[in-house]
């Protein structure tokens, strides 16, 4: 069965400083892997959207990154945090065009 | 731009009461529709989708779809205090084998006892 990790689960960081996300899906290959971001009592913001190794869409301009240097990893960064990225950022993978399986998400406080 | 629309509730029913759930979307050549239930502080788990019109049910859940409006629905039959959380309606838009999920700001339902 098909499997996704991410971590960590909780992140307290300063502004400016570097952000490093990721996120890992198993018994699955070439998935649709995801990056969303939900602000507090708000809707999924997709963030970055990746069809296979090193194909990156950036739907949001924004100081975040996204990599994806394997098959089945999925990577979001960034050089120097603001306050207002601050949220709840979950990885996704789906297969073509069927549904989404979120990971458990990473809670982001920059303080 | 591509929209998924919710009523963002909170929509209070109780507990056995049929809790409905609408959500209309922008993009008329959407092909697959989602519905997520979320937990507070909680990552949004599938529990319904549907691909073609009409209605599709799982247990006490329907799906309804309606192309020609534009909207999909979600049925929960004998609601319980259980299924309080945030429902999300998502939908994929785009065509030619690309497709980008766009997710509905989601409704918060309420089933008291």
């Known amino acids: 069965s098909q499997t996704i990790h991410q971590w960590p689960a909780t992140l307290v960081q300063p502004v400016g400083s570097p952000l490093s996300l990721e996120c890992t899906v198993e018994g699955t290959s070439n998935p649709n892997l995801y990056w969303y971001r939900q602000a507090a009592g708000r809707g999924l913001q997709l963030l970055f959207y990746s069809v296979g190794i090193g194909q990156i869409s950036s739907e949001v301009p924004q100081n975040l990154s996204a990599s994806r240097p394997q098959d089945r990893q999925f990577i979001l960064s960034s050089k120097k945090l603001l306050l207002s990225d601050s949220g709840f950022y979950l990885c996704?993978?789906?297969?073509?065009?069927?549904?989404?399986?979120f990971g458990s998400g990473t809670r982001l406080t920059v303080v | 731009q591509k929209e998924v629309e919710q009523n963002s509730g909170p929509l209070s029913v109780p507990e056995g009461a049929i809790a409905s759930l609408n959500c209309t979307y922008s993009d008329r050549g959407s092909q697959s529709f989602f519905w997520y239930r979320q937990y507070s502080g909680k990552s949004p788990e599938l529990i319904m989708f549907?691909?073609?019109?009409g209605d599709k049910e799982d247990g006490r859940f329907t799906a309804q779809l309606n192309k020609a409006s534009q909207y999909v629905s979600l049925l929960i039959r004998d609601s319980q205090p259980s299924d309080s959380a945030t429902y999300l309606c998502a939908v994929n838009m785009g065509s030619g084998g690309s497709y980008i999920p766009t997710f509905g700001r989601g409704t918060s339902l309420i089933v008291h006892p």
């Open positions: 996704a993978w789906s297969k073509q065009s069927g549904g989404y399986t």
């Open positions: 549907i691909y073609s019109n």
